[in-house]
Structures are given as structure tokens and as C-alpha cells.
């Protein structure tokens, strides 16, 4: 499986973006994608999952209200619509995809910079 994302950029604080990653080769046993960042320094954080099949949606406290996930109808492509972005989501986003029966994350994206000024 491999996942390519895309949409970074740089915002000023308040903006919104829209971020995409695409899976492909063998999703049949995908149970569900994610999204984590990692800050300067910081340690890599989850963000937002979506379950491939049921739709079921996790988030993290620190973007509930202002980010939203979102899959397509074959469950293959993630999207993340970050909202009202402040100067602490600046962060490499990568997404992730775990499959069914697994606790670990099977292949990771390339990362896509967000980087929000003040």
C-alpha cells in the first residue's frame, strides 16, 4: 500500500485548508485512516481517523470543532478540512492507514508542511 498526500501550505492565522491523501495497491483490508502531526520538536500526535467501511470518526481534543475528516465513497481517499488554523497547528501532517485486526499503522504518507503565521 502506498499513500500520497497532498495540500499543505503556508496561512495566515484563521484560514483554512484542505488536505488529501490518496491510497493505493492492496486497501481491501483497510480498516480505517488517520492523520497525525508532528511539530518542531515535538513528538508525532494523532490528529483525526476515519473508519474505511463503517464511517466512524476520532478525533483529538485540540482540533475538535475546527477540523473535519471525511472519506470518498470507496473509502480509499482521506480528506482533512482544517478550519479556523492557529499558529499550533503548524505541524508536517502525514496519514496513516492501519488494517483490520492490526494495532499498528501499515503504511505512512510522505508528510505535507502546514505552516500557520500569526
Known amino acids: 500500500v502506498q499513500l500520497q498526500a497532498s495540500g499543505g501550505g503556508l496561512v495566515q492565522a484563521g484560514a483554512s485548508l484542505r488536505l488529501s491523501c490518496a491510497a493505493s495497491g492492496n486497501t481491501a483490508s483497510t480498516l480505517l485512516l488517520a492523520w497525525f502531526r508532528q511539530a518542531p520538536g515535538k513528538e508525532r500526535e494523532f490528529v483525526a481517523s476515519i473508519a474505511r467501511r463503517t464511517g466512524n470518526i476520532v478525533y483529538a481534543d485540540s482540533v475538535k470543532g475546527r477540523f473535519t475528516i471525511a472519506r470518498d465513497s470507496a473509502g480509499d481517499t482521506v480528506f482533512l478540512q482544517m478550519d479556523s488554523l492557529k499558529p499550533e497547528d503548524t505541524a508536517v501532517y502525514y496519514c496513516?492507514?492501519?488494517?483490520?485486526?492490526?494495532?499498528?499503522?501499515?503504511?505512512w504518507g510522505q508528510g505535507t508542511q502546514v505552516t500557520v503565521s500569526s
Open positions: 496513516a492507514l492501519r488494517r483490520v485486526g492490526r494495532s499498528d499503522y501499515a503504511a
